[in-house]
T-cell receptor
Framework: AQKVTQAQTEISVVEKEDVTLDCVYETRDTTYYLFWYKQPPSGELVFLIRRNSFDEQNEISGRYSWNFQKSTSSFNFTITASQVVDSAVYFCALRRAQAGTALIFGKGTTLSVSS | DAGVIQSPRHEVTEMGQEVTLRCKPI?????LFWYRQTMMRGLELLIYFNNNVPIDDSGMPEDRFSAKMPNASFSTLKIQPSEPRDSAVYFCASTPGQSYEQYFGPGTRLTVT
């Protein structure tokens, strides 16, 4: 069975703080994809990153970074120097490697950044 | 390029009425997904299509829900009759292939009174 757990329901930080959103997944597949999506207050789902299970390199994109560790089945997301505009719900998701399979989402973490 | 297009963006209807949600995927994408988002259940898959063919509809709640994809550029999700517990945001997403992310539409917020 496939499952994604985001244990942090809500996180509140003050601007410029660093924050890490945790994601733990379960799968028996050896090949799979992991994703992070952002859902701002406006409601749309914005793609942030896709990671193939064979690629454990960490990735940095501006203030965003992702730490993928197969040994602990985790795919954590860190925002450095958070900003108010980062306030949103963040979803981690898992997808099997077969063509066209659907995303399995975690419950999401609501991040609130205050000024 | 235009993203995934959904209509209507908001729908308010009375219990028992038929509701039809529409989706136009990104041109060239061969997989289309319908998701539902509620506070209680989060984001959950309802059904998905590959090359216009329904592949997995196990997430469709019950017979009141049906989905079609008559061609590569259009899909509908119909609820008949609607019930208050169907109130949710319904997202449509498409992807060009297995190695790619899914691109989501803006969603349709459905309220059934």
């Amino acid at each position: 069975a496939q499952k994604v757990t985001q244990a942090q329901t809500e996180i509140s930080v003050v601007e410029k703080e660093d924050v890490t959103l945790d994601c733990v997944y379960e799968t028996r597949d050896t090949t799979y994809y992991l994703f992070w999506y952002k859902q701002p207050p406006s409601g749309e789902l914005v793609f942030l990153i896709r990671r193939n299970s064979f690629d454990e390199q960490n990735e940095i994109s501006g203030r965003y970074s992702w730490n993928f560790q197969k040994s602990t089945s985790s795919f954590n997301f860190t925002i450095t120097a958070s900003q108010v505009v980062d306030s949103a719900v963040y979803f981690c998701a898992l997808r099997r490697a077969q063509a066209g399979t659907a995303l399995i989402f975690g419950k999401g973490t609501t991040l609130s950044v205050s000024s | 390029d235009a993203g995934v297009i959904q209509s209507p963006r908001h729908e308010v209807t009375e219990m028992g009425q038929e509701v039809t949600l529409r989706c136009k995927p990104i041109s060239g994408h061969n997989s289309l997904f319908w998701y539902r988002q509620t506070m209680m259940r989060g984001l959950e898959l309802l059904i998905y299509f590959n090359n216009n063919v329904p592949i997995d509809d196990s997430g469709m709640p019950e017979d009141r829900f049906s989905a079609k994809m008559p061609n590569a550029s259009f899909s509908t999700l119909k609820i008949q009759p609607s019930e208050p517990r169907d109130s949710a945001v319904y997202f449509c997403a498409s992807t060009p292939g297995q190695s790619y992310e899914q691109y989501f539409g803006p969603g349709t917020r459905l309220t059934v009174t």
